[in-house]
Nanobody
């Protein structure tokens, strides 16, 4: 399965973005899909995850402004980020794995290439 992340860009603080993660060469069925981010000079951190059946999980620090969702018909997972802040500036990656704990431990089998989100203050 290949993952393609898109939707990043330059946005003003207070704005919003919706990132997309599309699967090709396979489907997301029976997988958990997550978003991670890596800010400049920092380690990659978990943001949110979803099962393909729609159960969602969020890192405690990400609850409120981040919403993960999926569209089965498009084989795509989304991450909506509202009220963007300068500290949200990062490369956002999507990842997929059949095991949730493996995914959350940053050991996913499949990774997208990342999409850059830059928030100007």
């Amino acid at each position: 399965v290949q993952l393609q992340a898109s939707g990043g860009g330059l946005v003003q603080a207070g704005g919003y973005l919706r990132l997309s993660c599309a699967a090709s060469g396979g489907t997301f069925s029976n997988n958990f899909i997550a978003w991670f981010r890596q800010a400049p000079g920092k380690e990659r951190e978990y943001v949110a995850a979803t099962s393909w059946t729609g159960t969602t999980y969020y890192a405690d620090s990400m609850k409120g402004r981040f919403t993960i969702s999926r569209d089965k018909s498009k084989n795509t997972v989304y991450l909506q980020i509202n009220s963007l802040k300068a500290e949200d500036t990062a490369v956002y990656y999507c990842a997929a794995d059949g095991q949730l704990l493996t995914l959350l431990r940053d050991r996913a089998a499949y990774w997208g290439q990342g999409t850059l989100v830059t928030v100007s203050s």
